[in-house]
Every structure is written in structure tokens, then in C-alpha cells.
Nanobody, 120 residues
């Protein structure tokens, strides 16, 4: 069994900051890439940021320079530091982990999501 659990969402005013955390746990041999996606009401889910096991990062153009993703490989954990938030960042944020379980299969697992609401 594998669990991916997010925390840290909430309500913030425009220009404010939030810190989202995500941890993968369970019967894991190796975690490859981890990342954050978001889905706003009425829109498709989109990539926000990702980071591989070597620390290489990738960001959506809309968040570059404002969001920073970091990783703790020892604990299979990632952090998304989101600064200078705007109402357009309002969405449910989902964490995902691309990992190899101890049953020998590699799959992508998703968390339940955490709501981020930015008021103007």
C-alpha cells in the first residue's frame, strides 16, 4: 500500500504566501519524480511544478519566479513554496509521486488534494 498525503492549503489574500507539503509513504522501493498539479473550477488539471530524484525542477510558466519546489529524498517529501499568490492561483492542488513499490511495479500515485483559495 502507498499513501500520498498533502497538507498546507488554505485561504490567503492576494500577494500572500502558502507552503504546501506532500509525503509519500508505504511499501516503496524508490520514488522517482514528485510534483504538484492543480485544478481550478471548470478547468482541466495542469502541472504546477515537478522535481525528480536528482533535484531537477520544472515549472509552469504561470508560476515561474513565484513558486519553488523542493524535495527531501530521505523522507519522500516535497514542499511547494508559493509566494505572491493571485486569485488565478485558486484551485485544488494535487500531489503526485512516480514510484516503484515493493511488489515490483512502477506507478503514479495521487493525493486527495488540498484547496488553495486566494482572495482579491
Amino acid at each position: 500500500q502507498v499513501q500520498v498525503v498533502e497538507s498546507g492549503g488554505g485561504l490567503v489574500q492576494a500577494g500572500g504566501s502558502l507552503r504546501l507539503s506532500c509525503a509519500a509513504s508505504g511499501s516503496i522501493i524508490n520514488v522517482y519524480a514528485m510534483g504538484w498539479h492543480r485544478q481550478a473550477a471548470g478547468k482541466q488539471r495542469e502541472l504546477v511544478a515537478s522535481i525528480n530524484s536528482g533535484g531537477r525542477t520544472d515549472y509552469a510558466a504561470s508560476v515561474k519566479g513565484r513558486f519553488t519546489i523542493s524535495r527531501d529524498n530521505a523522507n519522500n517529501k516535497i514542499i511547494l513554496q508559493a509566494n505572491n499568490l493571485t486569485p488565478e492561483d485558486t484551485a485544488v492542488y494535487y500531489c503526485n509521486a512516480d514510484l516503484l513499490g515493493n511488489w515490483g511495479q512502477r506507478n503514479t500515485y495521487w493525493g486527495q488534494g488540498t484547496q488553495v483559495t486566494v482572495s482579491s
